[in-house]
């Protein structure tokens, strides 16, 4: 069956040091996004990307970077960990631009 | 500044009973309005979702009913189930990107 994962699951690590979070789809699904959910806040998009080599930036984007290199991957950087990214982060996929998004389990990172 | 805006914040009903979150948006531009459920520990996962020419879609006991005019949604539970206790996300999505509301915790009580 088709699926997303993330990985690692937890991270503990500490101010200053980059940090890189792991997504993968085998949907093959073009469209694949970076969210990060606080106590409050709900949801808030990060990075998001339509397809390989397009990137584009959403509501919460600094301290992050991604890059697309294939159809399946999406991996999320913090160049530069700060303790106001300690959060849980999840990835989703989707195969229409607007439609469905598939999330994955979440990476719970904590910035000491 | 929010454009989803979603109330309650947390609802306590009875097994049984009608379950009902409200959401309200900004953004006219707004084309596709999908509900997700997340159990704790795990990611959000689709539960009904309604497109803006569509006034009301159903789908078992999952109900959103949606005002074009007053820029407001609303998703709701019949015969609400324990099992339905998590918590819920509507969102509002324009060339894929999503504007989530903060959430809402439901318990459903035996």
């Known amino acids: 069956d088709a699926e997303i994962t993330q990985s690692p699951r937890h991270k503990i690590t500490e101010t200053g040091r980059q940090v890189t979070l792991a997504c993968h789809q085998t949907w093959n699904h073009n469209n694949m996004f970076w969210y990060r959910q606080d106590l409050g806040h709900g949801l808030r998009l990060i990075h998001y990307s339509y397809g390989v080599h397009d990137t584009n930036k959403g509501e919460v984007s600094d301290g992050y970077s991604v890059s697309r290199s294939n159809t399946e991957d999406l991996p999320l950087t913090l160049e530069s960990a700060a303790s106001s990214q300690t959060s849980v982060y999840f990835c989703a996929s989707s195969e229409l631009i607007s439609g469905e998004q598939y999330f994955g389990p979440g990476t719970r990172l904590t910035v000491t | 500044q929010q454009q989803v805006k979603q109330s309650p914040q947390s609802l306590i009903v009875q097994k049984g009973g009608i379950s009902i979150i409200n959401c309200a948006y900004e953004?006219?531009?707004?084309?596709?309005f999908p509900w997700y459920q997340q159990f704790p520990g795990k990611g959000p996962a689709l539960l009904i979702a309604?497109?803006?020419?569509?006034s009301e879609k159903k789908e078992g006991r999952f109900t959103i009913s949606f005002n074009k005019s007053a820029k407001q949604f609303s998703l709701h539970i019949m015969d609400s189930q324990p099992g339905d206790s998590a918590t819920y996300f509507c969102a509002a999505s324009r060339a894929g990107k999503s504007t989530f509301g903060d959430g809402t915790t439901l318990t459903v009580k035996p």
């Open positions: 309604i497109r803006p020419d569509v």
């Open positions: 953004n006219t531009a707004f084309d596709y």
